[in-house]
């Protein structure tokens, strides 16, 4: 198999990327535009519009019609996709958080973190122009002390720490029942900080992290309260 390559210039400092059916949206960090990009013609995509945003983006979730973009000062700005071709703005929470990092979106609520504090955030977005501020988590015994993603799975929010240069990494398990009180109920370590904690996903009953120890972690989830680690991949000389 010889895959084709089409280079497509979109942005200088592309922060993140969010696909929905026949379209790509990129956040641009350079021109703090949303740019939308037909893929329909995977081998010839195309961009299709694009928006000027108030503040420079850093994180992007698209959730049905909107997207949510969040920015470096911690706003979050709410386009209107429902048109691809004509994206608007159609809302903006004021400044909540210290820097808007990775954001995820599971029903109802919007998690948000904010590795500056650092900390993670709860939103209700069942009125989804007008996110409403639920609860914070905070502090380095809580999230670590460089947390940079977040995933949720049913009534268990899962948070990558990443660490910094001579601590640990870590994946921090909370219960959000209550999401006005997340409740900390688990803390993994995962191995010492050696490089940028990049990923966090949930596949069935496992999480996968690649965590600040340069690995990729493998951790059975079919029990919240008794998570263990199957399994592990070091990058090193790959």
């Known amino acids: 198999y010889n895959p084709s390559t089409t280079n497509f210039a979109v942005a200088t400092a592309l922060v993140d990327v ?19 990009i037909d893929i329909s013609n995977t081998l010839y995509p ?10 420079t983006p850093t994180s992007l979730k ?9 920015t470096g000062n911690g706003e979050i700005s709410i386009v209107d996709i429902s048109d691809p071709g004509k994206p608007k703005l159609a809302g903006r929470e004021a400044t909540v958080v210290n820097s808007t990092g990775k954001i995820f979106v599971y029903g109802d609520y919007m998690y948000v973190v904010d590795a500056n504090t650092p900390a ?3 939103f209700s977005i069942e009125d ?25 799975q049913d009534r268990y929010l899962y948070l990558l720490n990443e660490g910094t240069p001579g601590q640990s990494t870590h994946v921090f398990i909370y ?12 803390q993994i370590v995962l191995g010492t ?6 990923g966090l996903s949930i596949q069935g009953g496992y999480l996968y992290a690649v965590g600040g120890d340069d690995k990729l972690h493998v951790l059975d989830i079919s029990s919240a309260t008794n998570t263990y680690e199957v399994y592990r991949q070091s990058w090193s000389g790959q």
């Open 18 to 36: 969010d696909v929905v059916g026949e379209y790509a949206f990129v956040a641009n960090g350079t021109s703090n535009r949303l740019q939308v």
């Open 62 to 70: 698209i959730v049905g019609k909107y997207a949510y973009v969040g």
């Open 120 to 122: 993670f955030h709860v």
């Open 175 to 186: 219960d959000i029942t209550n999401k006005s009180a997340p409740r900390k109920i688990k």
């Open 193 to 198: 900080y050696a490089a940028v904690a990049t």
């Open 128 to 152: 989804r122009t007008n996110p409403t501020f639920v609860s914070t988590v905070s502090g380095s015994a809580n999230v670590g002390t460089a947390p940079t993603r977040v995933v949720v």
């Open 46 to 55: 195309r961009l299709l519009s694009q928006i000027v945003l108030p503040q």
